[in-house]
């Protein structure tokens, strides 16, 4: 496994689902983790009570990442109790499928102000706090970034977070700072079970159009997410890893 020995993480939306997976991943491979929730406290406090159980240090942190003043306390708090940062892994994210004639000003709003705003305020203040050795940047994509029916907004949102990957990666490059995103396919959470989609026609048709023949679990995606965060991608920037088990 890929070292993170002495490295510091923030993880947002790390109280369930891909983003709890990465936060105990990150854990597992050395590094203290900073896992960001919106309104799970108990889901995020589990995290962080299973990260301390296998030995390694965690802590969680309540905030909207869609706001400004709460991404600020959210690195302010990760400065006061671990004094330094290396690793953001930007997970926070929402969707909602819906076809053309039902999409609201307010859902478009809800879904880039967290999957985009929230990636941009979120990297703001972490290249604020990174050291003089920089860091690594993951944002999460999908797939769907191509452009899927009924999902008009989200892969607008998540087009935007490849765009804005591609563009800080450029940016930040010279202060030592590497920005990367991963881009799963179908994956198991509490998410898909909740939104009916285990279970459904489209799991089986996701399932069946995957060469590696089956969904995606959010270990899958930790992995990738150990790999960017650490020095074995330390040649790696600008990209979009697509994990997917082979599903287009």
Do not use: C
């Amino acid at each position: 496994m890929s070292d993170l020995k002495g490295k510091v993480a923030v993880v947002t939306g790390a109280s369930k689902g891909i983003g709890a997976a990465i936060a105990k991943s990150l854990s597992a491979a050395g590094a203290a983790v900073v896992v960001n929730y919106s309104s799970s406290k108990d889901g995020a406090d589990r995290v962080v009570a299973e990260i301390k159980a296998n030995g390694g240090k965690a802590i969680a942190v309540k905030g909207d990442i869609g706001k400004a003043a709460d991404v600020r306390r959210l690195f302010d708090e990760t400065k006061k109790i671990f004094n330094k940062l290396d690793v953001l892994v930007n997970n926070a994210g929402v969707y909602k499928f819906l076809p053309l004639e039902e999409i609201t000003e307010d859902e478009f709003h809800r879904e880039f102000n967290i999957n985009v705003l929230g990636t941009i305020l979120a990297t703001q203040e972490a290249v604020k706090h990174f050291g003089p050795n920089g860091g690594s940047i993951i944002n999460m994509s999908s797939i769907a970034s191509a452009g899927v029916p009924e999902a008009a907004v989200y892969s607008g949102a998540k087009s935007a977070v490849d765009a804005i990957t591609r563009g800080l990666a450029a940016e930040l490059g010279p202060r030592k700072i590497r920005v990367n995103a991963i881009a799963p396919g179908g994956v198991e959470t509490e998410g898909t079970h909740s939104g009916g989609i285990m279970g459904s026609d489209l799991e089986k048709a996701m399932v069946a159009g995957t060469p590696l023949g089956r969904i995606g679990q959010p270990d899958d995606i930790a992995r990738v997410a150990v790999f960017l965060a650490s020095d074995d991608s330390a040649w790696i920037t600008g990209e979009r890893l697509t994990a997917s088990g082979g599903y287009r």
